[in-house]
Each structure stands twice: as structure tokens, then as C-alpha cells.
T-cell receptor, first 113, second 114 residues
Framework: DAKTTQPPSMDCAEGRAANLPCNHS???????VYWYRQIHSQGPQYIIH???NNETNEMASLIITEDRKSSTLILPHATLRDTAVYYC??????????????FGTGTKLQVIP | DSGVTQTPKHLITATGQRVTLRCSPR?????VYWYQQSLDQGLQFLIQ???????AKGNILERFSAQQFPDLHSELNLSSLELGDSALYFC?????????????FGPGTRLTVL
């Protein structure tokens, strides 16, 4: 299964874009990239996912490189409430409809006033 | 509020004991997942159930077991507890088991083993 590598921590000024990188160099063709975040020991919250194309929703944008070996989550205008641990996850689908998700230790994003 | 409920919120017990954690998925969700998060660690996937049947296994110890009932709620049983089992235990649910549906996480059960 593909593993992900993320920087352990990042700071971002409030109102600026937060760009969180993730390396998944061993990803294979059927593996999706998912991003979740966890605010202070609450249950993780889904943000966005993608396979090959860039994706955008009301929370964030996901940029996946053409070779799919890395991706970047972009929070366009970070607020203090975006302070959280952000997990980049590769999700593997197996025959029969089940999947396996491996969370790493994530990136702790601190948004600074 | 994700719609996933977990009980109890906190549990304190002693080594060697057995506990049961309960999870009710979002209405309509068929898949339930269990995760363990130790202090300052990432989430470790334990096990997944889909419509009452085990679908995938992660790093679940033999002392741990789970099941999903006909009403789709799930229980995680932890036995012969050790100090190292102290952790947050999260349950998540999704509509089904396929790749297009995100998981919705509950608030977690904090287990402390003394």
C-alpha cells in the first residue's frame, strides 16, 4: 500500500493561503488521495479527495501532480478555525468493494493572527 | 455534528479488564470503521464492517474484536486491557464501502487504562 509523507508542522498567517504538501511517491493507479483534518482530538473531518484531476470544493482545493507522486491541499484564506492536524491519506480499493485507509501523523497547521 | 454517535465518551478501567465501545452510524450508512489514536499518534485503522459483515482488517490485536448488528450499530470489544491500550477510539461510517464516499467520524471514546 502507498504511504504518505507530510511535514510535521507548518504556520500560516490568517487570511493567507495555506499550502499543505503531501508526498505519495509509491501511489498506484487505483489509489485515491484523501485529505482529512482533526481539530484538537475531535473526530477527523473529511475535506476533499481526488484521483488524477485537480479538485475544488467549498473548503479547499486539491492539486495533484501529473505523475501523481505528490499533491497539495490549498486552503485559500486560512482562518484561526483552520488550525488543526491535516492528514493526507491514500485509500486503496480492493475487489469486493472494500477499502483500506492508512492515516499518517499528518501536518499540524497553526494559523497565526 | 457528523451524525455518528459513540458511547461512552470517557471510560476509565483497570488492566486486565474488558470493555465494550458502541457506535451508531449515520442514518443510511452501511459501513462502519474503527480507528485507534494513541497520544500524539496518527489514526490506526482497526477494522471495517459493511452491512453486518467484516470487510477489511487493519492493525487490530487479537484481544480486540468487533461486530456490526442488524440495526447497523457496531461494538468494539477490548479485552485483557493493557496500559498501552489507552487511546482515543473513533468510529466512522460511510454510505457504502466504495471509493467515492467519504467517512464521517464520531466524537470518539477516550479509554484510560490504569
Amino acid at each position: 500500500d502507498a504511504k504518505t509523507t507530510q511535514p510535521p508542522s507548518m504556520d500560516c498567517a490568517e487570511g493567507r493561503a495555506a499550502n499543505l504538501p503531501c508526498n505519495h511517491s509509491t501511489i498506484s493507479g487505483n489509489e485515491y488521495v484523501y485529505w482529512y483534518r482533526q481539530i484538537h482530538s475531535q473526530g477527523p473531518q473529511y475535506i476533499i479527495h481526488g484521483l488524477k484531476n485537480n479538485e475544488t470544493n467549498e473548503m479547499a482545493s486539491l492539486i495533484i501532480t501529473e505523475d501523481r507522486k505528490s499533491s497539495t491541499l490549498i486552503l485559500p484564506h486560512a482562518t484561526l478555525r483552520d488550525t488543526a492536524v491535516y492528514y493526507c491519506i491514500v485509500r486503496v480499493d480492493y475487489p469486493g468493494g472494500y477499502q483500506k485507509v492508512t492515516f499518517g501523523t499528518g501536518t499540524k497547521l497553526q494559523v497565526i493572527p | 455534528d457528523s451524525g455518528v454517535t459513540q458511547t461512552p465518551k470517557h471510560l476509565i478501567t483497570a488492566t486486565g479488564q474488558r470493555v465494550t465501545l458502541r457506535c451508531s452510524p449515520r442514518s443510511g450508512d452501511l459501513s462502519v470503521y474503527w480507528y485507534q489514536q494513541s497520544l500524539d499518534q496518527g489514526l490506526q485503522f482497526l477494522i471495517q464492517y459493511y452491512n453486518g459483515e467484516e470487510r477489511a482488517k487493519g492493525n487490530i490485536l487479537e484481544r480486540f474484536s468487533a461486530q456490526q448488528f442488524p440495526d447497523l450499530h457496531s461494538e468494539l470489544n477490548l479485552s485483557s486491557l493493557e496500559l498501552g491500550d489507552s487511546a482515543l477510539y473513533f468510529c466512522a461510517s460511510s454510505v457504502d464501502g466504495n471509493s467515492y464516499n467519504e467517512q464521517f467520524f464520531g466524537p470518539g471514546t477516550r479509554l484510560t487504562v490504569l
